[in-house]
């Protein structure tokens, strides 16, 4: 008995022995990681808010700081930042290895997927459409007030007025002829044959024809026939009248209200060179003016350069809530669905470790709470 618990304990000692052997192995290999050079990576960004921010000499963001957390959770190091001036020199970047892994915004296409890996998606998007909104109509814009609005502020317009009082003076002109044929006639519609009384009563006649309210009608042969030519008159008239006015309210409709992608052509569209969003107004024949970045956009937006910005649809929002508070708002939601990914070289060996992290970090609340904190809970 002694000599077989003897023997256990031997076995026992070793085991132990081997397992602590491994442990200790284990931790230093585990130890090592965080410095050695497969776990250093040059980062790729391109500056585009809230995704990446400057905030004066450093980078923050959406992306920087979701970066930041899978670099820790994957024991990865970031050695060098270096942006990129737009989406498509960050992909060439990744593609080229100049860097690592590039992270900002990056909509993962199949066109991009040939060309670089791509993490699994960290971000659905989606682009979308940001108006300006006019100054004195903040609330009022899409109302059922608008349409009243807009009849009242035809109708007191400069031209209408000026049509109406035309009108006033033209329709002067049956009233005389009128007064001169009838007032001769005994029975004839001008009673009076004084000049004042008597051109009121053919004015009203006149102004009522107009309008196809006549109570009265001319007695004479000739009176009567200039009442038919009146009359024609008044029924071209009124035809004209109605077009305008519809015509006007309709095309002020047409180009002052862009609701969602439908409404874009024949507006002034911006949109960012090289974006998916670029790509999709080419896709769609839509004609659009590109610029460098987003902020030039905007600039473009407001000094009613451009009707509509076309682009990432959380990077729209974003500013709708903040900078552009007041000024702009975002129409139509978001169509044409994207995600973002993290770009890596083909074949990277950082992809599996960046995937695992992601995951991790969803399932622990660490992602919710970032896009919580930039995006607010709507996003989330
Ligand atoms: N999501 C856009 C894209 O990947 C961003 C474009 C940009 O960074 O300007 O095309």
């Known amino acids: 008995v002694l000599v077989r618990g003897c023997r256990w304990v031997a076995v026992a000692t070793v085991a132990t022995g081997l397992l ?18 497969a776990d250093d990576v040059r980062l790729g960004v391109r500056l585009i808010p ?8 450093r980078l923050g963001g959406f992306s920087v700081e979701l970066w930041n957390e899978i670099a820790r959770e994957a024991g990865l190091r970031t050695t060098s930042i270096s942006p990129s001036p737009d989406v498509s020199a960050l992909i060439g970047a990744v593609e080229g290895t100049r860097v690592d892994a590039g992270i900002a915004a990056i909509s993962i296409t199949s066109e991009r997927k040939r060309r670089v890996d791509f993490s699994q998606p960290m971000f659905d998007s989606g682009l979308g459409i940001l108006t300006a909104t006019p100054a004195n109509s903040a609330s009022a814009d899409k109302s059922g007030g608008s349409l009243f609005s807009r009849v009242f502020s035809a109708v007191l317009s400069r031209d209408f007025l000026q049509l109406s009082l035309w009108i006033l003076v033209v329709t002067l002109i049956p009233a005389h002829i009128i007064y001169f044929i009838e007032r001769q006639r005994r029975g004839g519609m001008v009673s009076h044959s004084t000049y004042l009384h008597g051109i009121a009563e053919s ?34 008239f009124i035809a004209f009248f109605t077009a305008g006015v519809t015509s006007s309210l309709t095309s ?20 960012v060179a090289k974006s998916t969003a670029a790509a999709y107004l080419v896709d769609q024949n839509i004609d659009a003016a590109t610029v460098t970045d987003i902020d030039a956009a905007y600039r473009e937006l407001a000094a009613g350069r451009a009707d509509a910005v076309v682009y990432d649809a959380p990077v729209l929002r974003y500013y709708e809530t903040h900078r552009g508070k007041g000024h702009v708002h975002t129409v139509g939601g978001t169509f044409h669905k994207e995600g973002y990914g993290i770009a890596l070289p083909k074949g990277s060996p950082l992809r599996q470790r960046i995937d695992v992290a992601l995951l991790k970090l969803r399932e622990n609340g660490t992602y919710e709470r970032l896009v919580v904190t930039w995006f607010g809970s709507e996003n989330s």
């Open 252 to 271: 002020e409709r047409l180009l002052g209200t862009i609701a969602g992608p439908q409404d874009l052509p024949g507006n002034r569209i911006v949109t």
């Open 50 to 57: 809230p995704f990446v921010v400057s905030e004066g000499d």
């Open 203 to 236: 004015y009203f006649w006149s102004i009522t024809a107009l309008a196809s309210q006549a109570e009265n009608s001319p007695r004479t042969r000739v009176g009567r026939g200039v009442a038919v030519v009146w009359m024609y008159f008044s029924v071209i």
């Open 20 to 37: 602590l052997g491994f442990g200790a192995l284990n931790s230093a290999a585990a130890a090592d990681q965080p410095t050695g050079p």
